[in-house]
């Protein structure tokens, strides 16, 4: 993977992350590089998910797709701020 690659999944991972942490209920105090990976991995599962239900690219945004990704990154986002509030606890 090439440098352009590298700023692709950051910026998609930072954009799915945001918008899981926006659909998740609550309030989510993670730092945002933990946000960013929470999306980056959402992304690649949302896919999966996505092509395991038949659904393959199409012309222009593929809706399912995202709102898969979205669905994962705002469970994703409430595991690592149940983990994470947890371990600033101690």
Known sequence: MGIGG????????????????AVAPGKQNIPIWLTIVVGIVAAFIGTFIAR????????GIDWIELILQIAVAA??????AGLWGRKQVR
């Open 6 to 21: 590298v700023i692709s999944a950051l910026i998609v991972g930072l954009i799915i992350g945001f918008l899981g942490k």
């Open 52 to 59: 395991l239900f038949g659904v393959e690219d199409t012309p």
């Open 75 to 80: 469970l994703g986002v409430s595991l690592a």
